[in-house]
Each structure stands twice: as C-alpha cells, then as structure tokens.
C-alpha cells in the first residue's frame, strides 16, 4: 500500500493523549446505549407491552443510520470540519436518549434508536478523522489501533451503567443518565482545534465506486466489518446466555461480562498498536488472531465449562477482536490519497461494517444453542481471514 500523506502532526504527545482519549470516550459512550437496551430488554417490551421481537427490532435500527448514511456524514465532516461534527454527534445522541426515557410505544422507541445511532454514525466518522488527520507516525498507529475496541467496551459501558438501574422498572433513568454524558461530551468537544471545511472532494475515488476501484479498500472494510459483526452478535447473546447456562443475575452478570470486556479490549488494543510499530506482518497476525478468537469463542460458549472459565473465553476473545479490529483500522491512513478525503474513506469502511453489523441482532437471536453461536461465528471469521489485505508492509495487495 501507498504511504500516507499526512505528514505534520497538529499536537504534541501530551495533546494527541487527551484527543485518543475524547475521541475514544465519545464513541464509548455512543455504543453504550447498545449495553442499557439489551440490560432492560425484557422490561422495556413488558412496560411499553410489545413483544421482545418488536422491542428487539430497535437495536437493529441503531445500525440503520450509519448503514445507510455514513458516507454522506464523511462528506459533511470533511466540509463543515471536525469539530461541528462531534457536537452534532453529541446533540444526537442526547436526543436519542431522551427520546427512548419518554417512549411509551414503539414510535417514540425506534425513533430514539434512528437518533442515537445517528450520533453514532457521526463519531465512528469523526474520530479516526480526527485521529489520522491531527496525528502521525507511530503515535497515530497506536492511537487507531487502540480507538478502534470501541465497540465491546462501549456495550461494556451500557451493562455498567444499567447497574445501579437493575431493580424495579427505572430503566428510563438508565437513558437519563447515558444523555447527562452526551451533554458533557458536547460540551468538551468545544476544546477541540478548529479543521478548516475542504473546498473540494475529487469526483474519482470517492463514493462507493472506491470499493470497485482499490480492491484493498474494500478487502480492508470485510477485514474490519466481518469481526465486528461478531462481536456485536456475541455480545448481545452472552449475557442471557450466561444468565440461562449458569444462573447468574443481571447485576452480576453485566458487572462480570463488562469488567472482562473493558480489560480485555483495552489490552489488546495497546498491544496491537506496540506490535505494528515493530511492522510485524499485518496480514499473519491478523489470521493468527482469527485462529485464537475462534478457539476462544469455542471456551465462551461451550455448556459444560463454568461461569469463570466463559469469562476467561469472553477475555480471549476480546483480545483477540481487539488485535483484529487495530491492526485493520490502523491501515486506513495508507488507503487515503489526500487529507481532505479522510472523511470520506472512514466514512465508506464504517458505512460496509454499519451494513454488515445491520442484521446481526436478528440472526444471533434467531440461533438457539451453543454449537450454532459458535458455528455462524467461526464462518464469518474464516470469510474475514481470507478477504484481509497484506496490509503496508507490501506495495502491492
């Protein structure tokens, strides 16, 4: 692959610590909604009394916006800049949970989720945008790399947030508290640099013509996609799975599962970002990582084990996601040709993985046993091993 074109970092090393750590927060807490919904699934289907299909039905449409607007959302960052699109991200969001705290119907319920997945839509533009086009060198690898286990910790962030909410019927409290945090993160992105609006987007190797124009472009979107569909998909059966399998409590089975995540997703991040500094091999470690995940998954989900050795499963798998979910976002810098179309390219990889990840929920709850999670799970994973690029260290994919 091409090298990068950004070649002069707007902060020093202190300064790219706190944006890795704002543009990793916000789109901690944008997932985190996720990890509220499917907390108090059941109870939101009984209190609005529509079935837990009907009320399952929304996390799909969290997915539906980026799905079908990532692209334009790129475009807009790159024109309006950084910094507006991290506070339209926030206003979002916080619409997004007031929205689902007042529900009384399913309306007032898939609206919500269209808004706060809008919100979301938006970050999982702006930060790898803020983070390739502010950073360079090994500190903007290590910082994608890490930015990029944003998706088990944020489901991560929701179960613990739902916590202190697990009794009684104050799930709508849970939504408050998740918007409390969207306000302040608006307020922080205030302190964010000023990104002069592009002036021009080139009509060539834009839009979704780039999948069919840069073979590595869309090899690189599975590679990132695929992983993440299963992962969203494990995460939103493992904590009823658990709970069925060995008996374990909503409180203590969201405070187990989300310390596990958080650990293991931050390890792994940090991990990968220090091996491709070293420029080990993309393409090897990411299929050795394919390997141990599946091994993994076979420990989370296998009904003989015990409560203790699935969460050592779910902490294995976690790295390994995290190791794949890096090392593929730290090659997006080698796929943009200018700093202007950074947008764009972020935007068309999240749009292939909100696509992939948009009927996951369904199908994952659609499977009934163990060998079926793990199976479903083991064919996506195969199929994201064999459309992986050869990552930087090879000119040619």
């Keep these: ?113 269209l808004l706060a997945g809008a919100g979301f839509g938006c970050l999982v533009v702006a930060c790898p945008s803020a983070l390739v086009s502010w950073l360079s060198g090994d500190i903007r690898t290590r910082a994608l790399s890490f930015w990029s286990t944003y998706g088990p910790v944020g489901y991560a962030f929701g179960l613990l947030l739902s916590v202190p909410f697990a009794s009684g019927s104050a799930w709508r409290h849970a939504f408050y508290s998740h918007a409390a945090v969207a306000v302040a993160l608006t307020a922080l992105s205030l302190f964010l640099p000023r990104k002069g609006a592009s002036v021009e987007l080139r009509s060539e190797n834009v839009g979704l013509g780039l999948l069919f124009r840069d073979s590595s472009v869309i090899r690189l979107a599975a590679a990132l996609a695929l992983p993440n569909a299963v992962a969203y998909g494990v995460s939103v059966v493992t904590p009823s799975y658990l709970n069925r399998v060995y008996g374990m409590g909503l409180g203590l089975s969201n405070s187990g599962i989300a310390g596990a995540k958080i650990f293991a997703m931050m390890l792994g991040g940090v991990l990968t970002g220090y091996v491709l500094t070293k420029k080990f091999h993309f393409r090897v470690m990411y299929r050795i990582l394919i390997c141990l995940g ?80 793990w199976g479903l799970s083991c064919v996506v994973l195969c199929c994201a091993a064999l459309a992986v690029p050869s990552g930087r260290t090879n000119p040619q994919v």
């Design 1 to 113: 692959m091409k090298e990068p074109v950004f070649d002069t970092p707007l902060f020093d090393s202190r300064g790219s610590f706190f944006l890795l750590v704002f543009c990793y927060v916000a789109v901690v807490a944008s997932m985190g909604v996720i990890g509220i919904f499917v907390s108090f699934l059941p109870r939101i289907a009984q209190d609005l009394a529509i079935s837990k299909a009907q009320a399952g039905l929304a996390l799909s449409l969290f997915s539906v916006p980026s799905a079908l607007a990532c692209l334009p959302i790129g475009r807009l960052i790159d024109r309006i800049g950084i910094l507006l699109g991290m506070m339209l991200a926030g206003l979002l969001m916080g619409a997004g949970d007031v929205m689902l705290a007042v529900s009384n119907g399913r309306v007032e319920l898939y609206l919500g989720m």
């Design 294 to 373: 599946a091994t993994a998954l076979l420990v989370l989900f296998f009904p003989k084990g015990s409560f203790g050795l699935a969460l050592v499963g779910l902490i294995v798998w976690l790295l390994a996601f995290g190791g794949m979910a890096g090392a593929a976002t730290a090659q997006l810098p080698f796929l943009v040709n200018r700093k202007e179309d950074i947008g764009s390219v972020s935007g068309l990889i999240g749009q292939v993985t909100s696509i992939v990840c948009l009927a996951t929920p369904p199908v994952y709850f659609a499977l009934a046993g163990w060998s079926q999670y």
